[in-house]
């Protein structure tokens, strides 16, 4: 490098800066990519960089503190506007996603995504899980044998309670109480060994110190927030800092989950609160996502290194990771309805049936262990306790449904004729 080092009208005004500050508002730009454009002169790479962080950081939307007193902000790039109004746009509950997920998801359905997003929340804390197996027990509620497992079968029942917590500030005493209902029923043995077998297990009194102070910022930035900042972004970064800094040990992973999933809820954005975020997630950190991405973890951490607080590349590899969940949803549910349509058809020759028993037996036919619950049949077709009734025992007089007791839910499931019916498709 020269010995002149330029002024700062000197750089402002040198033409490959004004590039790179131009591409800095554009789009999110890792250190990797950073470095295959030309550079002012008479600057190393890093006083450059760390120039347009500066610059950054002045026209950012501003968070909260990290734990060494730095404020993290990011851009607001036209890359992630136009991806976050994209995200916002499919997961409203006046959006024709979260109209598909209301005709064709039945309770079967959104049952395995609450489960795949508890199974990647234990990924992503490090654990392994049979999935197959655990699904068994979780469908059944029955109590399954290993310790994980119980806590994600757990972090199901509090996932499908959270609609009655949207009146509720965030606040410790919330997180504690998720954090007691996901180790209910595992001894303290395996409570022990869970944590002895997670990433960072060990913390000092210092470090924990700064954990609970970070976990204060965390709640406060839950209930209030920047006007300028972005709620699918603000739900995104609640659920990783608690992972980050793991206030509640192995189960940190899960209440970031949950509250992820109830700050979406809180604000409108239903179809974020169904599905899997943490799968995408969890495949980004496998480096399974190929190139639909900007960058793999390795790019990412060298990026993180030299801007720690600058949260652009962070949230844009989010915003990515919640558009896979969001379109791969999207295509089971088409998928989903294809199937309808085609039993609905068949099913259309069948003159004794109304249009409701028709959706019913389609989904019978999609779901075979769905259960269909008269005051479910009731409120989404607004129609009367008699007739949601009459629908059902239609169905189980023409041998299609069965009724049972499960626990103290009277319900009905597929019967013999639906395997006849599924052999006709």
């Not at 404020?71 to 409203?92: G, K, N, Q, V």
């Not at 306790?385 to 023409?398: C, G, H, I, K, S």
Request: proline fraction near 4%; include cysteine.
């Amino acid at each position: 490098m020269d010995e002149h080092a330029p002024t700062l009208t000197e750089i402002i005004h040198d033409r490959s800066f004004r590039a790179l500050l131009r591409l800095s508002q554009r789009e999110a730009m890792t250190w990797d990519t950073f470095l295959q454009h030309p550079l002012p002169p008479n600057m190393s790479p890093l006083s450059v960089w760390e120039m347009l962080g500066s610059i950054g950081t002045c026209l950012g939307v501003h968070l909260f503190p990290d734990e060494e007193g730095n404020l993290l902000w990011y851009r607001r790039t036209h890359e992630l506007s136009d991806l976050i109004d994209s995200i916002e746009r499919r997961s409203t509950p006046d959006s024709p996603l979260y109209e598909a997920l209301l005709d064709h998801a039945d309770r079967s359905f959104a049952l395995g995504m609450r489960l795949a997003e508890s199974v990647a929340a234990a990924k992503l804390a490090g654990f392994a899980v049979r999935c197959d197996h655990l699904e068994m027990h979780v469908r059944l509620n029955t109590v399954p044998e290993l310790p994980i497992e119980r806590l994600i079968a757990n972090a199901v029942a509090i996932d499908s309670e959270l609609s009655s917590l949207i009146d509720q500030p965030f606040s410790a005493e919330m997180l504690d109480g998720f954090h007691a209902r996901l180790i209910e029923g595992i001894a303290q043995g395996d409570l022990d060994a869970l944590q002895a077998n997670a990433p960072n297990a060990a913390i000092d009194e210092e470090v924990w110190g700064v954990v609970l102070q970070q976990l204060s910022l965390i709640l406060e930035y839950a209930n209030g927030g920047d006007g300028e900042d972005l709620a699918v972004l603000r739900g995104n970064l609640i659920a990783d800092s608690i992972r980050y800094h793991q206030p509640y040990g192995f189960a940190s992973s899960h209440i970031a989950s949950l509250a992820s999933k109830l700050f979406y809820l809180k604000h409108g954005l239903p179809v974020l609160a169904y599905v899997p975020i943490s799968g995408a997630k969890y495949l980004w950190t496998e480096n399974e996502l190929g190139g639909k991405t900007l960058c793999g973890p390795d790019e990412y951490e060298s990026t993180r290194r030299r801007s720690c607080c600058d949260l652009t590349v962070h949230h844009t590899l989010s915003g990515q990771c919640i558009k896979i969940a969001l379109d791969e949803i999207e295509e089971q549910i088409t998928g989903i309805a294809g199937k309808d349509r085609a039993a609905k058809a068949m099913l259309s020759l069948d003159q004794r049936f109304n249009h409701r028993q028709r959706s019913i037996l389609a989904r019978a036919l999609r779901t075979p262990l769905a259960e269909f619950h008269i005051r479910y049949h009731q409120e989404k077709n607004r129609i009367s306790y008699a007739t949601a009734r009459r629908d059902l025992v239609e169905l189980a007089d023409a041998g299609y449904l069965r009724s049972e007791h499960h626990g103290k839910a009277f319900v009905f499931v597929a019967d013999a004729r639906i395997d006849e019916l599924s052999r006709n498709l």
